[in-house]
T-cell receptor, first 113, second 111 residues
Framework: DGGITQSPKYLFRKEGQNVTLSCEQNLNHDAMYWYRQDPGQGLRLIYYSQIVNDFQKGDIAEGYSVSREKKESFPLTVTSAQKNPTAFYLC????????????FGSGTQLSVL | QKEVEQNSGPLSVPEGAIASLNCTYSDRGSQSFFWYRQYSGKSPELIMFIYSNGDKEDGRFTAQLNKASQYVSLLIRDSQPSDSATYLCAVNINSGNQFYFGTGTSLTVIP
C-alpha cells in the first residue's frame, strides 16, 4: 500500500538529547514537509523540501534540522537547542506543483522526560 | 497577521443538521484550498479541496470558495456523530509551494 510512514509513534527525550523522527513515503512525491502541532493549535511548518538534497526553513525551524538524501526519506532531528519540544509532529508529502494535495503520515508524539 | 483564520469553536449541532465551518485567508495570490478532518490524537485527513470560485459538492460535504472576499467554507449536511472532529482549513501559497493551516474548528454532533 502506498503511503507515508512515520516512526516511532511515541518518543521520549531526555534533557540535552537529540532525537530523530523518521518519515518515509512510497508515493513518489517530490515535496515533503514537517509540521508541529501543539494542543488546540493549528499546524506550524518546521521545514520543507521540494527536491532531493535541498530544503528550506519554515516558520519555526530553530532547534530542528533535516536532511533529504533520498526522495523517499525526510528525517527530522529535534536538537537539544529546542527547549520546548513536546508536541505532535506530522510529516506530509505532495506532488510538487500548484494545486497538488498534501497527505499526512500518522504522526509522532514527542514528550520530554 | 495570520495567513489563515478559523473560528476555533466549539461548534455544536444536532444530528441531522447542517454544520457550517468558515475560514478566511490573507494572501490574495492563494489558489488552492483544502479542508482536513482531524480526530483527536490522529493525523489530518483530506476531505475536500477547491480551486475555483463557487461550490463543490462531494457526498454530504460542500466546499464554497469566494476569492473576492477571501473566504472558504465547508458545509456538512445530515451531520452524524462520526463527524465530530476538528476541521482544519489549509491554503496553498504559490511561492515555495507552502501550505498554511488555520487553528481548526472543533465540531461536536449531538445524537
Amino acid at each position: 500500500d502506498g503511503g507515508i510512514t512515520q516512526s516511532p509513534k511515541y518518543l521520549f527525550r531526555k534533557e540535552g538529547q537529540n532525537v530523530t523522527l523518521s518519515c518515509e513515503q512510497n508515493l513518489n512525491h517530490d515535496a515533503m514537509y514537517w509540521y508541529r502541532q501543539d494542543p488546540g493549535q493549528g499546524l506550524r511548518l518546521i521545514y520543507y523540501s521540494q527536491i532531493v538534497n535541498d530544503f528550506q526553513k519554515g516558520d519555526i525551524a530553530e532547534g530542528y534540522s533535516v536532511s533529504r538524501e533520498k526522495k523517499e526519506s525526510f528525517p527530522l532531528t529535534v536538537t537539544s537547542a529546542q527547549k520546548n519540544p513536546t508536541a505532535f509532529y506530522l510529516c506530509a508529502s505532495s506532488i510538487a506543483g500548484i494545486g497538488e494535495k498534501l497527505f499526512f503520515g500518522s504522526g509522532t508524539q514527542l514528550s520530554v522526560l | 497577521q495570520k495567513e489563515v483564520e478559523q473560528n476555533s469553536g466549539p461548534l455544536s449541532v444536532p444530528e441531522g443538521a447542517i454544520a457550517s465551518l468558515n475560514c478566511t485567508y490573507s494572501d490574495r495570490g492563494s489558489q488552492s484550498f483544502f479542508w482536513y478532518r482531524q480526530y483527536s490524537g490522529k493525523s489530518p485527513e483530506l476531505i475536500m479541496f477547491i480551486y475555483s470560485n463557487g461550490d463543490k459538492e462531494d457526498g454530504r460535504f460542500t466546499a464554497q470558495l469566494n476569492k473576492a472576499s477571501q473566504y472558504v467554507s465547508l458545509l456538512i449536511r445530515d451531520s452524524q456523530p462520526s463527524d465530530s472532529a476538528t476541521y482544519l482549513c489549509a491554503v496553498n501559497i504559490n511561492s515555495g509551494n507552502q501550505f498554511y493551516f488555520g487553528t481548526g474548528t472543533s465540531l461536536t454532533v449531538i445524537p
